[in-house]
T-cell receptor, first 115, second 112 residues
Framework: GAVVSQHPSRVICKSGTSVKIECRSL??????MFWYRQFPKQSLMLMAT?????????EQGVEKDKFLINHASLTLSTLTVTSAHPEDSSFYIC???????????FGPGTRLLVL | SQKIEQNSEALNIQEGKTATLTCNYT??????LQWYRQDPGRGPVFLLL?????KEKRKERLKVTFDTTLKQSLFHITASQPADSATYLC???????????FGPGTSLSVIP
């Protein structure tokens, strides 16, 4: 089956630093990648949608200058949390789709802890 | 704005029984409804997808119903096992290429 990986799986950083999270589709080309955030005991909240080669579309309330998304190839999207603060600590999950909803696959998530 | 609700309380059932989880939505007309399983600290795992023109879908011990009039989906796990203990999320999308919106999830515990 289709596999989506994320790296790193866990990251701890100091407040004010930037953190980059990678999302890769390992065995298929993803035309669209999605980034979600999940706080403890809460559901997944969509942050942004990115299509290869174009700018990401951010959901209302998500700061595009703080959460930089790059989808440079059909197998890689990156999310950079700039100047991270403790309130950015969360579980970040990506998904990749090669077509419609039936071809969307989720990554294992990245746990970010900002001290 | 659209709203998705799932069983508000955690669900505890005895092994071997059927677990039934509900997903209700308002101000939304999804063409696709999905159910996912999520274990602690892991990403969601896709279980079943049902389309608006389908009433019911089955996969092994899983069954999903979709009632667009009631704006509700029911998710059943028959002959439940302790390994079925997890959080189950319903997710909706207006079209195949639209963003997927998740419900809050229901925590299921199957007691041996």
């Amino acid at each position: 089956g289709a596999v989506v990986s994320q790296h790193p799986s866990r990251v701890i950083c100091k407040s004010g630093t930037s953190v980059k999270i990678e999302c890769r589709s390992l065995d298929f080309q993803a035309t669209t990648m999605f980034w979600y955030r999940q706080f403890p005991k809460q559901s997944l909240m969509l942050m942004a949608t990115s299509n290869e080669g174009s700018k990401a579309t951010y959901e209302q309330g998500v700061e595009k200058d703080k959460f930089l998304i790059n989808h440079a190839s059909l197998t890689l999207s990156t999310l950079t949390v700039t100047s991270a603060h403790p309130e950015d600590s969360s579980f970040y999950i990506c998904s990749a789709a090669m077509g419609g909803i039936e071809t969307q696959y989720f990554g294992p998530g990245t746990r970010l802890l900002v001290l | 704005s659209q709203k998705i609700e799932q069983n508000s309380e955690a669900l505890n059932i005895q092994e071997g029984k059927t677990a039934t989880l509900t997903c209700n939505y308002t101000n939304y007309s999804p063409a696709y409804l999905q159910w996912y399983r999520q274990d602690p600290g892991r990403g969601p795992v896709f279980l079943l997808l049902i389309r608006e023109n389908e009433k019911e879908k089955r996969k092994e011990r899983l069954k999903v119903t979709f009632d667009t009039t009631l704006k509700q989906s029911l998710f059943h796990i028959t002959a439940s096992q302790p390994a079925d203990s997890a959080t189950y999320l319903c997710a909706l999308a207006k079209t195949s290429y639209d963003k997927v919106i998740f419900g809050p999830g229901t925590s299921l515990s199957v007691i041996p």
